[in-house]
C-alpha cells in the first residue's frame, strides 16, 4: 500500500549515512569532514547528497526543531474516523492545513482502534490546539464519525533514526 | 533563544545548501559572519532548541520501513514497560500520551520484515499486545515551525 519503493544505495552512500545521521559537523566544510570520514572525495560525498536529496531519500537537508524549545507545549494527536471511500481526498486537505504538521491515512484494528486519519497539531497550550482541532472537524463534516485527541504529557525517547551499516527519519 | 537565534532557526528549517562551504552561503544571506553563524547552531544544538541538524533521511526511500505503534500500560508497569521498549534500537522515539493507549511510539527498522520482528519483541518482552499502524499513506505537506522570539 505504501506508494514508495526502496531507492538502491550503494556502501559508499550508505556510509555517508551512517556518517551524518545523527547530524552534520559543525565546520566551515562540513561535507568535507564528512569525506575525510567515509574516505571519499568531497565532491563525491556532495554529489551523492545531491542525489540522495533529488531522489527523496533525503526529505531536507537542515535543523530539527525541538518544538518545545520553541515554546510549542501542547502537542496533540487529533485522531479521526473517517469515511473510508473519502479519506483520501480529506486527508489531503487536512494535510494542507498550515498546523498540521503531519497528516496520515493509517489502519483501523478494530475491536480496538477504529480512527483511520491521523492529524498532528501543535500549540501554545491545549486551547490551541482545540482551536485547531475543531477547524479540522468543520472540514470533515459528515465524513467525520468520531475524533479523540492524544495530548502527549512526556516525551520518553527521541533518538531519531539510527541505522547500523546498512541505512537507517524523524517524524 | 533571542531574535536572530529565531531567525537562523526558521533558514535552517528550509534547507541547507550541498556546496563547499554552506555555512559561508547562509552567513551572507542572512548578515553573519560564517563563524557566528556556527557557533549560535552548535549553542541551538546544545541547549535542545534545535534536536538535530542535518539530512533527514527517509527510510522508507532506503527500503526500510516505519510504523507508528502503541501499548495500553497498566500504571504500575509504566516505568518498567519504558525502560524495554526505549532499550530497543528500533524505536526511533516515544511518547506518553493521555489516552488509554498511554504509550506510544515510532518503530523504524531497515526491512518492512524488521517492523513485525520488532513488534513481536516488545510483546514478548512486555507480555502486552502491540497495537501497530503502519502508514497506508502520508499526506504531505512540509511545514516548517515558526520560532518566534518570547
Known sequence: MNDVR?????????????????????????????????GLAPEEVMR?????????VIRRIGAVPNHYALGVRANGMSVWDVDDARVNELGAR???LSFVSHCYHRPRVPPHWRYNLFAMVHGRERGEVEVKVAEIADLLGVACRAQDVLYSTRI???????????????? | MDELDCTIVNRLQEGFPV?????????????????????????????????????????????????????????AAF????????????????????????????????????????????????????????????????????????
Not at chain 1, 533518538?159 to 517524524?171: D, F, H, N, Q, W
Open chain 2, 19 to 75: 556546496v563547499a562551504r554552506p555555512f559561508a552561503a547562509v552567513a551572507s544571506e542572512l548578515g553573519l559572519d560564517e563563524d557566528d553563524l556556527i557557533a549560535r547552531v552548535g549553542r541551538l544544538v546544545d541547549k535542545g532548541a534545535l534536536s538535530r541538524f542535518g539530512p533527514m533521511y527517509q527510510v522508507e526511500r532506503m527500503g526500510g520501513a516505519f510504523s507508528l505503534a502503541a501499548l495500553r500500560v497498566p500504571r
Open chain 2, 79 to 150: 516505568d518498567r514497560v519504558t525502560r524495554i521498549v526505549n532499550a530497543l534500537p528500533e524505536v526511533a522515539h516515544s511518547y506518553e500520551r493521555a489516552h488509554d493507549y498511554n504509550m506510544w511510539f515510532v518503530l523504524a527498522t531497515e526491512t518492512p520484515a524488521g517492523i513485525a520482528a520488532a513488534v513481536a519483541k516488545i510483546e514478548q518482552a512486555t507480555g502486552l499486545p502491540v497495537l501497530n499502524l503502519p502508514k497506508l499513506r502520508e499526506f504531505f505537506v512540509d511545514l516548517k515551525l515558526t520560532a518566534d522570539a518570547p
Open chain 1, 156 to 171: 520518553l525517547k527521541k533518538t531519531g533514526l539510527r541505522i547500523k551499516t546498512v541505512l537507517s527519519a524523524e517524524c
Open chain 1, 94 to 96: 487536512v494535510g494542507a
Open chain 1, 6 to 38: 526502496g531507492i538502491a544505495l550503494d556502501a559508499a552512500d550508505r556510509r555517508i549515512v551512517v556518517a551524518t545521521q545523527a547530524g552534520l559537523p559543525l565546520t566551515p566544510e562540513p561535507y568535507h569532514a564528512v569525506a575525510r570520514a567515509v
Open chain 1, 48 to 56: 551523492r547528497l545531491q542525489r540522495m536529496l533529488d531522489l527523496g
